[in-house]
């Protein structure tokens, strides 16, 4: 056990005086470049002497620590003198220092280093180009509190200052802080690591703890911004005193355990050092928290004094990341040759001529209170501390001053060097040591990387057992990890349970983590875990309610093998059928007079266009394209308006007979005979022209619905004027309502057959289908809207066949008796009737 007076040691020449008094100007030595150095080793002896026994080992870990830091830089600048490559001919010399973790303490030596060289005086100028200061780099300090403090103070002369601890994102402001450099990496690959070890094991709500400074508060900051990325949720934040002696300290160290037990979390996420942590741990114990998963980092969870708290196995599971380093070859052999050399006559001699050649009332080196130390001290601690970043400090350096020289592996030229011009060197080149290549990235810091270990107990002793690695991904051996739970598996730290596939998060209140699972509806899908809402499939694609990918649509279509579209076409067959056959009769009776009273040759035509409008049909079944769609309507009007022509001469010479008889003989040569056709040929190229409108204001075309029907793409024909529509079928209209007007009023006498009734049924019955089509077809966007139209042609078609040419047929077959012209006279050939005197 080291004396409370070990800590007032204020140099670490002073510190080295403990295993001899000729150590201490070994820890001070001249060169043609001095690198200062900067360690933590004090305490103050009033506040340690009223703290416990950990204490106390805490003040020999924090100058065991600083003593082996500073070996290991004393052990890179002799090998790099030594060495006959790197800098052969120039040696580097060291002046190191203690900081006792505080930060005035750190700015006395940190302001001797800014002196200009052979002075003690700091120069104030314009222009620091030519200024040469007592060091040409710095190493150190380990803190981040100090590093934000000294790193101000070297970045204004651009000095190069080299942490081998600091870690706070703060300090990877190149802006404000040009010439710092670390090589350990930054926070903020810590807290990605974590984040990723929370994901990995699915442990969303969390709480999180944080000393209070500069490592705790900025590595929680970093915490709290990347968790809301990954949907983990912060049950409790809060920050522990660094100082449990402090007054109030117990109590939120109380209300802490306190917090974080009403949270009823799984997961506690540590960012502290070895005191506060240790702190909490002990009151986590002693108020009975139960066991918990705490994910630490290496600030603690490498310490023996955390790990030597009373019943540190109930706290449960402990897992965290340690910066991944590697071994020093030759280094604890260095140390123990060192120590032995302490012995030896000629190592005190060389120290007192060193020692002669210091001023020794620079920062007082020497230290008359300070006890002794032994190898057997610090052996432990010389195969587990990192000295690997020290090493790796003084190299980036050395290779930065081997560069600016422009040394070769023979020589270095005796040229003056100023500080800020190995800032190129170490910006942007990389340099190796023992066989590793580092580089400083963008934030000048170095990325080695982390381990995940896992605090195993053997045999009653704790092993920091490596479980996992992180290097942008993170791997972890999870069959080697044995957790607290009855099962050793991962315990679940959760708000609400996970939603199961094809439901997503509905966020009751305003904490993320507290949701209900709600199923995702049609035609969307989930698409992550904890998806806070589910993603619309594409326009090409649907989806089922619950689902979790999109399915292709399928095309929807009126297919020939549907028994709907079997039924029609069959209806239409049989219309068709009745077509020819009624043509086939009435050109079998052609010369009789129901037949010549029907329009005659005039009536074969029309059932010709009926038997078309009938096939027409077809159009209207299977895959629809833009040339079928724009043939549909024409093919309706155009065979419509072939059967209505025929019937226009019939209506008028009806009308000119029976409602103008004066002038119907003058007139019924016009609609009577052979030129009753011209009018029939004017109809129809009348309405071929409003079909070529029709074609050139913008014919129907194929559009794909993806709207109408939920797991399929409608292909419906669309209609792309309807002012071409409306001419279209407007001028049927107006030819069937003028045929109307010309026969709903006309009386026979009982004794003769009506010829205009059949024409007035025909129409109307046309009237009330169109009514009921225009409806439909204008709603309807199914595929029923193909049925609508089908419907629409066969009412169409059966109407008139029904209400004009049926009850002829009728005659025909069953009454020949009454196919006289008696009872079917020609109306042309009635007597007109005498105007009453």
């Known amino acids: 056990m080291l004396l409370p007076g070990l800590c007032l040691c204020l140099s670490f020449g002073c510190a080295a005086s403990l295993s001899s008094s000729c150590l201490s100007a070994q820890f001070r030595r001249p060169g043609d470049f001095i690198l200062g150095g900067l360690f933590p080793f004090g305490q103050d002896t009033v506040n340690l002497r009223a703290r416990s026994e950990p204490t106390l080992l805490l003040c020999e870990r924090l100058f065991t620590d600083g003593l082996i830091w500073a070996l290991g830089m004393r052990f890179a600048i002799d090998q790099i003198n030594n060495?006959?490559?790197?800098?052969?001919?120039?040696?580097?010399?060291?002046?190191?220092?203690?900081?006792?973790?505080?930060?005035?303490?750190?700015?006395?030596?940190?302001?001797?280093?800014?002196?200009?060289?052979?002075?003690?005086?700091?120069?104030?100028?314009?222009?620091?180009?030519?200024?040469?200061?007592?060091?040409?780099?710095?190493?150190?300090?380990?803190?981040?509190?100090?590093?934000?403090?000294?790193?101000?103070?070297?970045?204004?002369?651009l000095i190069p200052q080299v942490s081998y601890g600091a870690s706070s994102e703060t300090l990877s402001n190149t802006e404000l802080y040009p010439s710092f450099y670390r090589t350990v990496p930054s926070d903020k690959n810590l807290v990605e690591a974590v984040v990723l070890l929370l994901t990995q094991f699915g442990w969303n709500w969390v709480a999180t703890v944080g000393s209070d400074d500069e490592y705790g508060r900025g590595a929680q900051a970093l915490f709290l911004s990347m968790v809301g990325n990954d949907n983990i949720c912060i049950a409790f934040a809060g920050l522990i005193p660094t100082e449990p002696a402090e007054p109030g300290a117990q109590k939120q160290l109380e209300d802490t355990v306190k917090l974080i037990n009403s949270t009823k979390v799984n997961v506690i996420v540590l960012f502290a050092f070895s005191v506060p942590a240790q702190a909490l741990l002990e009151h986590s114990i002693r108020m009975g928290l139960g066991k918990k998963v705490w994910v630490g980092t290496e600030a603690w969870m490498l310490s023996d004094i955390a790990a030597s708290i009373p019943n540190i196995r109930s706290i449960g599971t402990v897992l965290g990341f340690v910066m991944r380093t590697g071994t020093v070859p030759g280094f604890q052999e260095y140390v123990a040759e060192l120590f032995s050399s302490v012995e030896k006559e000629e190592f005190c001699r060389e120290s007192r001529e060193l020692s002669s050649l210091m001023n020794a009332e620079v920062l007082d080196t020497h230290c008359q209170q300070c006890g002794h130390v032994t190898l057997g001290d610090i052996w432990p601690m010389l195969g587990v501390s990192t000295v690997q970043p020290v090493h790796v400090a003084v190299y980036s350096v050395a290779h930065a001053l081997h560069r600016a020289l422009g040394c070769t592996p023979k020589a270095c030229p005796k040229i003056s060097v100023r500080s800020w011009q190995l800032l190129h060197f170490m910006n942007t080149l990389p340099f190796e040591v023992n066989g590793q290549s580092f580089r400083f990235d963008r934030s000048h810091s170095t990325n080695t990387g982390y381990k995940l270990i896992f605090w195993a107990w053997r045999n009653g002793s704790l092993t920091s057992l490596p479980v996992g690695d992180y290097d942008q991904s993170l791997y972890i051996r999870k069959s080697q990890i044995q957790f607290h739970t009855a099962d050793q598996k991962e315990p679940t730290s959760e708000c609400f349970r996970r939603c199961q596939p094809g439901q997503f998060r509905r966020i009751k209140g305003f904490n993320l983590c507290c949701y209900d699972c709600t199923d995702c509806p049609e035609n969307t899908f989930w698409s992550s875990t904890d998806s806070t809402s589910c993603s619309p499939c594409p326009q090409h694609q649907w989806a089922p309610a619950r689902s979790t990918r999109c399915h292709l649509r399928s095309d929807r279509f009126l297919f020939w093998d549907e028994p709907l579209a079997v039924a029609l076409?069959?209806?239409?067959?049989?219309?068709?059928?009745?077509?020819?056959?009624?043509?086939?009769?009435?050109?079998?009776?052609?010369?009789?007079?129901?037949?010549?009273?029907?329009?005659?040759?005039?009536?074969?035509?029309?059932?010709?266009?009926?038997?078309?409008?009938?096939?027409?049909?077809?159009?209207?079944?299977?895959?629809?394209?833009?040339?079928l769609c724009a043939l549909q309507h024409l093919s309706y009007a155009l065979c419509l308006n072939g059967c209505f022509s025929t019937f226009l001469p019939k209506a008028l010479e009806i009308a000119l007979v029976t409602e103008f008889p004066r002038c119907a003989p003058k007139l019924l040569r016009w609609v009577t005979h052979g030129r009753a056709w011209l009018l029939v040929a004017a109809s129809l190229l009348a309405e071929a022209l409003l079909c070529l409108c029709h074609l050139r204001l913008g014919p129907d075309f194929l559009v794909a619905d993806f709207q109408s029907l939920p797991s399929e793409v409608l292909l419906v024909c669309g209609t792309k004027s309807w002012a071409a529509f409306a001419l279209l079928h407007g001028y049927n209209s107006c030819l069937a309502f003028a045929c109307f007007l010309c026969t709903f009023m006309v009386q026979s006498p009982a004794s003769r057959y009506n010829v205009a009734r059949g024409i007035t049924f025909a129409t109307l019955i046309c009237f009330v289908i169109w009514i009921f089509f225009v409806v439909l077809f204008a709603t309807l966007r199914t595929v029923l809207r193909a049925v609508a139209q089908i419907c629409t042609v066969l009412a169409t078609t059966l109407g008139i066949l029904g209400s004009y040419f049926i009850p002829k047929c009728y005659i025909l077959v069953f009454r020949p008796d009454l196919n006289t012209g008696d009872y079917f006279q020609n109306p042309a050939e009635e007597e007109p009737e005498q105007d009453s005197v």
């Not at 203690?98 to 314009?126: K, M, W, Y």
């Open 83 to 157: 060495s006959s490559s790197l800098l052969p001919g120039i040696t580097l010399g060291y002046d190191m220092y203690d900081t006792c973790f505080e930060a005035l303490v750190a700015l006395q030596p940190s302001l001797l280093f800014l002196t200009r060289n052979g002075t003690t005086g700091i120069g104030v100028l314009c222009n620091y180009t030519e200024y040469q200061p007592r060091v040409t780099a710095v190493i150190g300090p380990h803190a981040s509190d100090l590093c934000l403090v000294t790193a101000k103070l070297f970045s204004s002369f």
């Open 569 to 627: 076409v069959t209806l239409m067959a049989l219309s068709t059928a009745l077509s020819c056959g009624t043509a086939l009769l009435f050109l079998k009776h052609l010369q009789t007079p129901l037949v010549q009273v029907s329009g005659g040759a005039r009536s074969l035509f029309a059932l010709l266009w009926l038997a078309l409008l009938s096939l027409s049909c077809c159009l209207y079944v299977g895959k629809p394209s833009d040339g």
